[in-house]
Structure formats: structure tokens, C-alpha cells
């Protein structure tokens, strides 16, 4: 009976948390309601672009970031080569630009995670607004991984955000630019639809994530971290993004501005991929204590992030609680009966894609009928993808095991 009321409640607060997000997602293309502005855009945007072995995607990155650059919105690029050893070096010589500049680390300090090279380029960048004069909250930090692309004026409608004193950070709306491949459309469904609702929704209740690319925070939300604002989470965004609000400060989400990066093609990358974000979302379930007791933290935004740390938990809880429940009911089960239930729930699975499918295709308007559909026929399968990267995730969080070796790019045309 336990296992029949978990399962029943799993089984609803699933399609509920869709249909909400659902919701959300249908004002997700239209501009978000701002505060008027009473402060002046920001007077320097600095891109962190963190390299390790990226030869094959890094110029193209680095060009495309640097002609963010406007007469209003000046920028200059950081690239951190951590530790390199392909052709990473090579290609960023070859790159004369006086709005880029790289930043090389090297053993034993390099390789040391994502967020302690973001840590090193923080500092640096702190130092040199500090000399030249500028004040913190005039400066704005974005993070663009290797494979990550804005379009040029993306930067016109974050410095809007800005414009609001209360704003310390925000995310962009993350595409894949190569959704062609199927399995790149469903990592594309996934982001630009399911994401974007959910990420739509916090926004309306102060609750919203950051992700490792698009990010953009203000130097002196960073600096009110201290010296180290990134960790050595495998989900150093995720965290960054919960310390801040702890901390009071306010993060928006801008659906209006997209950032692409490159999706994976390969199902064990991909699987390798979501069981370091499963594994670092178990990492980050630390927080919830001081989630729950913060003052600055509402009670719409903490059940939204609540559910978001235990999602995984809940997952695992099902996954046991199902085959528990089957076992002990199968005397008084026909083999017809464990089928259609399976099948029910493959069909569910296969509704809610088709559903965000549609959304993708209705909100978006930039992929074929045919390909939503056939990501969307396919989602079931990418689910069980995540359902067994949960369960990796937990096998190495309990035993301890947190080095990763990267995901290797895709070959890409040169700049």
C-alpha cells in the first residue's frame, strides 16, 4: 500500500509541475514586466570564455563574443586556457583582436574544475576595474562556454534588465545549434521549451537558475561572494545561483535572448553529461536547510527549488518504489497487465513530448512539423536516458567519485 501512494503521487505531481510550466511558457516569448529604470547601463560587460582543449569550436566562440561589442555596450573578452593541450593555444594566437585577451593557467593550478578557472578570471577582472576606477555595480560579468554563440545587439536587451538596481544577474534563454540531428532536436526541445517554461515560471516567483552558459552577473553581486563566487560543485552554476539568492540578490530570465551551443550527438557523452548534473544536484541538496530558513527566499520560490533539489531523490524513490510494487503484486498480475501498464507509461511519456513538441513548434517557429514530432515520439527514450543518469549520479556521489574528463566537441567550420 506505502508503494501504490507514492507511486499514485509521483504519478500526479508530474503532469501537474508539465502543465504549470505549460502555462507559464505561453507568455515566455513576450517581454517580462520590468520595474521602470532608474539606473544607467552598465558601463563594461566583460565574457569569460573558460577553454579546455576547445580547438575545434573556440574561434568561432571568441570572434562572435567580442562583436557583442557596441558603441553602448562595450565589451572585452577573457578567454581561460585551463590547461590545454590540443591545438587550443594555436588557435587562439592566430586571433589579433584588441577586445580579447587570454589568460593561460598552468600545473598545478590549472584543470582544477570549471569554477575555479572562472575564480581566477573573477579576481582578475575585479583587479582591473578596481584600478581603472569603475565602480563594481557598473560592470557586468557573462559566461560563454567554448561552444556558446549570441547574436550581435544581444547585449542591448540584457543591459534593459540591468537598468533596474535590483537586478544582479541573469540568464538567457539556451538553444542547440546543431538540431538537425535527433538527438540534438530533443537536447533543443528540452532547453528551448521545456527549460524556458520552467524557467519563465520562476521568474514570476524570484526563483530563477543560472546555467553555465548566458549567464551574466554584476561584479559586485560576485564580489559579495568573496574571493571564490564559483565552487567546485559539478554544477557550479546551479550553486552560484543559490548562494545569490540567499544572499538578496535578484536573478531574471530573458526568453527574448538566446545563446546556442552544441548539443550532443552521442548517447554515452550524453548519458556522461546528465550523470555529472544529476551527481551535482545531489551535491547542491546541501542547501536546502538554508533555503528553508532564509528570509529572503518566498514560499513560491522555495517550493520551486525544493522540487528542483529533490526531483532526483523523487526519481530514485519511484524507480525503486515501481519494480517493489510489481514484484509483490505478481502473483496477482497477468503478464498482459505488467505490459499495458509499462506501455501506459511509455505513452504517457510520449504525450508529454508530443505536447512540448508542439509548444516548441507553435512558440519558435524555426524546426519543421516532422522534427518536433519525431523528437517528440523519441522523448521517452531521452527520459530513460535521465532516469539512468540518476541513478549513475547517485552511485557516485555515495562513493565518492567526483573527477570528470570532458565531453569532447563536435567539428565545427573556422571563423
Not at 501537474?16 to 563594461?44: C, D, E, N, V, Y
Not at 533555503?291 to 532526483?312: E, F, Q, T, V
Amino acid at each position: 500500500m506505502p508503494g501504490s501512494v507514492i507511486g499514485l503521487v509521483l504519478l500526479l505531481a508530474w503532469p501537474a509541475h508539465i502543465l504549470l510550466m505549460a502555462f507559464a511558457s505561453w507568455g515566455g516569448t513576450r517581454p517580462a514586466r520590468r520595474r521602470k529604470a532608474t539606473a544607467p547601463r552598465p558601463a563594461q560587460y566583460w565574457i569569460i570564455v573558460p577553454c579546455l582543449n576547445e580547438e575545434r569550436v573556440v574561434d568561432r566562440t571568441v570572434l562572435a563574443a567580442a562583436d557583442l561589442s557596441t558603441p553602448s555596450t562595450p565589451v572585452r573578452v577573457l578567454v581561460i586556457d585551463d590547461g590545454s593541450d590540443d591545438d587550443t593555444g594555436v588557435v587562439l594566437s592566430m586571433i589579433v583582436d584588441p577586445r580579447i585577451q587570454v589568460y593561460r593557467r598552468t600545473a598545478p593550478h590549472a584543470r582544477q574544475g570549471k569554477g575555479q578557472a572562472l575564480n581566477a578570471a573573477y579576481r582578475y577582472i575585479r583587479q582591473v576595474t578596481e584600478d581603472s576606477g569603475l565602480h563594481l555595480d557598473d560592470v557586468v560579468i557573462g559566461v560563454i562556454d567554448g561552444d556558446g554563440r549570441m547574436e550581435p545587439g544581444a547585449l542591448d536587451t540584457v543591459s534593459e534588465y540591468f537598468r533596474d538596481p535590483r537586478v544582479g544577474a541573469v540568464q538567457c534563454r539556451v538553444r542547440i545549434h546543431n538540431r538537425t540531428h535527433t538527438l540534438a532536436a530533443l537536447q533543443d526541445l528540452e532547453f528551448a521549451a521545456i527549460a524556458n517554461a520552467g524557467q519563465t515560471l520562476r521568474d514570476r516567483v524570484n526563483a530563477v537558475a543560472l546555467g553555465g552558459n548566458g549567464q551574466f552577473t554584476r561584479l559586485s553581486a560576485l564580489a559579495s561572494l568573496g574571493d571564490n563566487p564559483w565552487s567546485e560543485c559539478l554544477v557550479e552554476d546551479l550553486e552560484l545561483g543559490m548562494r545569490l539568492h540567499l544572499n538578496g540578490v535578484r536573478i531574471r530570465y530573458i526568453p527574448q535572448v538566446a545563446i546556442t551551443q552544441q548539443g550532443l550527438v552521442d548517447a554515452r557523452r550524453l548519458l556522461r553529461q546528465r550523470t555529472r548534473w544529476a551527481q551535482g544536484n545531489l551535491q547542491c541538496l546541501r542547501y536546502a536547510p538554508r533555503l528553508i530558513a532564509s528570509r529572503r527566499i518566498g514560499n513560491m520560490a522555495l517550493m520551486d527549488m525544493m522540487y528542483y533539489l529533490l526531483a532526483p531523490w523523487l526519481t530514485i524513490l519511484g524507480l525503486v518504489a515501481a519494480p517493489v510494487g510489481l514484484a509483490l503484486a505478481w502473483s496477482s498480475l497477468s503478464v498482459a497487465t505488467v505490459a499495458a501498464t509499462v506501455g501506459t507509461l511509455f505513452g504517457t511519456m510520449a504525450v508529454a513530448g508530443l505536447f512540448w513538441a508542439l509548444v516548441h513548434r507553435a512558440s519558435l517557429k524555426d524546426a519543421s512539423l516532422m522534427r518536433c514530432l519525431t523528437a517528440g515520439l523519441a522523448y521517452p527514450f531521452f527520459l530513460c536516458i535521465g532516469l539512468a543518469a540518476t541513478m549513475r549520479g547517485l552511485g557516485r556521489h555515495l562513493t565518492g567519485r567526483g573527477a570528470w574528463a570532458k565531453t569532447e566537441r563536435l567539428v565545427e567550420e573556422t571563423a
